[in-house]
């Protein structure tokens, strides 16, 4: 990033330098002020907020119930949280990790210098993404509906059988997979292909003299190269795959499918709000303090990741 | 001879895999225009049928799509708006002007970006029920009309495309500083401001959870809430009307894509990159 430092800043005419700061650049503070503002109330606050709340026992309508820190027993000892906790990993292994590897791939694919269409491909990758999660769900449903999806039906043309999609806790948590897959996969090909165009092209000339074929490239110059894109979708793609919520909750029509194997963190916590979810009562305090749950994990999540970064920058060094 | 052949071996990957992502549409379109005993017929239809315009209109007499769709205009059009205005002008400010605090207000601007925000629905759903915010489409503008994300992005745009000169000299006529930013920085950060403008709009045309939790009025719904109740009601009895509520809810935002492409993608890297 070209910094210019060097630049003045705008000068102070018309402003006299004795004039405390909040008066003398209050437009400057106006103009940056709404997020400040926006963050205290509606996001420092509800924090705070969260911390009363998960020692409540509360169905939303009568009066909260003061009940310490059983919530927090509850939470630890209960399977839901765990049941969820695994499923959310399940889901993040068997779709994330995948999806950034194979958009890894696929970019350093579409990034060969004279391939032929690439805006085309590039395209049709991220048009997904554009669809909302919720007609993504719709039309996954239907295509691995058990009887009537058109997968099984080509399933059963060529002889492999039928797959019980929709009622087996496997064949669920697939299809989320699969969902967060189709979506996902052209937004990290576009992030990683602008990456990759940022490598001089002189290294990859260099590596091909030298006989390097396409798999020791990706490992010795692309990936170290576009490091820094690497670690921005790695943990972005940690938090945004362990609060999945829309993906299974319409694919399941709100029900979390069988045994609930798709109901994952922020699907519990939304559960105990009384919103979907038939199987739980709603209870506001325990929702909380599922909130602080997945907060608790994306921070452990959050602290590997700088750990694994840094051994790799010392490794690198 | 080799690069030829290797060329050949790239599209025999790609062109499989963007069929199969091709597929998920074209199989929406299918279904969309198809007639119910279509779908359930077997061996299945697989090509497009003429009934798009009878499946609308059975979807239009029996819920109200048309205002969902009239929802989801006003609410992601007033969101969008007041977000990218927002974050063009802090951007702006934090890019051009110097002012105590700036670098650490930033600091904690960006530092806001990696909080789990997600985690702290009950509170936040709490807030909005005390300031009578429920069943209003407050709690989807209001929030989010400061985004950090977007923030960032307007300042390093600024700094890249705005000139210190240009504005100096708007200054010597006598423009203030709300006119320096309309006149100077707005036309100079207009490329970005179109690309994050999309991006919001989507973003804000595909908010699912918030809509769900705070709309209680079926009038009130957006989109995907209308989307995802259809579903629940017809999707077992009429197939193609959910279909084609799906395919209409979707056309908008391929459109509009397709039409600002590079700005999107664009956009898309702007934090993985330059960050």
């Given amino acids: 990033m070209p910094r210019r430092t060097a630049r003045p800043a705008v000068p102070t005419t018309r402003r006299r330098a004795d004039q405390p700061a909040l008066r003398r650049y209050w437009r400057e503070y106006l103009a940056i002020s709404p997020f400040y503002v926006l963050f205290a109330v509606f996001g420092l606050f509800p924090l705070v907020f969260a911390l009363y709340l998960s020692t409540v026992s509360w169905d939303g309508l009568g009066e909260p119930d003061q009940v310490g820190l059983d919530q927090f027993t509850r939470l630890v000892s209960s399977g839901e949280f765990l049941d969820a906790l695994g499923n959310t990993v399940i889901i993040f292994l068997i779709a994330q990790v995948p999806v950034i590897l194979a958009a890894l791939g696929a970019a350093a694919l579409l990034s060969s210098p004279r391939l032929k269409g690439r805006g085309i491909y590039q395209t049709l990758f991220f048009l997904p993404q554009v669809t909302s999660i919720v007609a993504v769900a719709i039309v996954f449903q239907s295509l691995f509906s058990n009887e009537f999806g058109i997968i099984n039906t080509l399933l059963e043309a060529v002889g492999l059988g039928a797959v019980p999609w929709m009622t087996t806790a496997w064949g669920v948590r697939l299809v989320v997979a699969l969902m967060i897959f189709w979506r996902g996969f052209g937004y990290f090909v576009v992030i990683f292909l602008a990456g990759i165009a940022s490598i001089p092209p002189t290294l990859y000339e260099a590596a091909r003299l030298d006989g390097a074929g396409p798999w020791r490239i990706l490992r010795s110059i692309t990936v170290p190269m576009i490091w820094p894109t690497v670690l921005f979708v790695a943990v972005t793609g940690t938090i945004s795959g362990f609060q999945i919520f829309t993906e299974p909750q319409v694919l399941t029509n709100g029900l979390g499918g069988p045994d609930g194997s798709v109901v994952t963190l922020m699907f519990l916590q939304v559960g105990y709000m009384g919103t979907t979810l038939p199987t739980v009562a709603p209870d506001l305090g325990f929702a909380t303090t599922i909130g602080w749950g997945v907060f608790v994990v994306l921070v452990l999540l959050a602290l590997f990741n700088s750990r694994v970064i840094n051994g790799r920058r010392k490794e690198m060094s | ?275």
């Fill in chain 2, 1 to 275: 001879m080799r690069s030829r052949r290797h060329a050949w071996l790239q599209h025999a990957v790609l062109i499989p895999a963007a069929a199969l992502f091709a597929f998920p549409f074209y199989w929406l379109a299918v279904m969309a225009t198809s007639r119910t005993s279509d779908i359930f017929s077997s061996p299945p239809r697989l090509v497009p049928g003429g009934e798009i315009v009878s499946n609308i209109e059975r979807l239009t007499g029996s819920v109200d799509f048309l205002g969902a769709f009239a929802n989801s205009v006003v609410v992601s059009v007033t969101a969008t708006l007041l977000t990218v205005a927002i974050a063009a002008l802090s951007g702006f400010v934090f890019a051009m002007y110097r002012f105590p605090g700036r670098d650490p207000l930033f600091a904690v601007l960006l530092l806001t970006m990696t909080l789990p925000t997600g985690v702290m629905l009950v509170p936040t759903f709490q807030i909005y029920a005390d300031l009578g915010w429920l069943n209003t489409y407050l709690p989807l503008i209001v929030p989010g009309a400061a985004s950090a994300f977007g923030i960032f992005w307007m300042r390093q745009a600024a700094r890249e495309a705005v000139q210190y000169e240009v504005m100096e000299a708007a200054r010597v006529d006598g423009a203030g500083f709300l006119r320096v930013f309309w006149h100077v920085a707005l036309p100079a950060l207009r490329p970005a401001v179109a690309g994050f403008t999309v991006f919001q709009f989507m973003w804000n045309w595909n908010e699912y959870l918030w809509p769900l939790l705070v709309l209680n009025d079926q009038e009130k719904y957006t989109l995907p809430v209308a989307l995802q109740q259809l579903n629940g009601s017809h999707g077992t009895s009429d197939y193609p009307v959910v279909m084609a509520a799906t395919l209409l809810a979707t056309i908008p935002l391929i459109v509009l894509f397709l039409f600002f492409r590079r700005q999107v993608m664009s956009s898309a890297t702007a934090g993985a990159v330059k960050g």
